[in-house]
Nanobody, 125 residues
């Protein structure tokens, strides 16, 4: 089993930055694909960014490409999401997720086996 714990959320003004972290325990996630998803009130959980197990391939949803950066540190068993130029529409509960697999990038929430409890990001206008 893999346990994931997110941190780094908070309240920030539009244009500001936040860095989310996800600490994995239970197993090393060095051979897991990992990603960040978000869910706003009344909406579905959507992909934000994912990174493959080697860290060489990434995917970003269109609305965050160029502003957010996903990274992983397999030695520390952590995944991060650097969020710059934040907008009010980025407000959501952000989740870290992991799954096994060395294939292509996985961008759908149902494809992930392990989830954290989320960290709230609120961007004020």
């Amino acid at each position: 089993q893999v346990q994931l714990v997110e941190s780094g959320g908070g309240l920030v003004q539009a244009g500001g930055s936040l860095r989310l972290s996800c600490a994995a325990s239970g197993r090393t996630v060095s051979n897991y694909n990992v990603g960040w998803f978000r869910q706003a009130p009344g909406k579905e959980r959507d992909v934000v960014a994912v990174i493959n197990w080697r860290g060489g391939s990434t995917y970003y949803t269109d609305s965050v490409r160029g502003r957010f950066t996903i990274a992983r540190d397999n030695a520390k068993n952590t995944i991060s999401l650097q969020m710059n130029s934040l907008k009010p529409e980025d407000t959501a509960l952000y989740y870290c997720a992991a799954r096994t697999g060395t294939g292509s990038l996985y961008t759908r929430s149902y494809e992930y086996d392990y989830w954290g409890k989320g960290t709230q990001v609120t961007v004020s206008s």
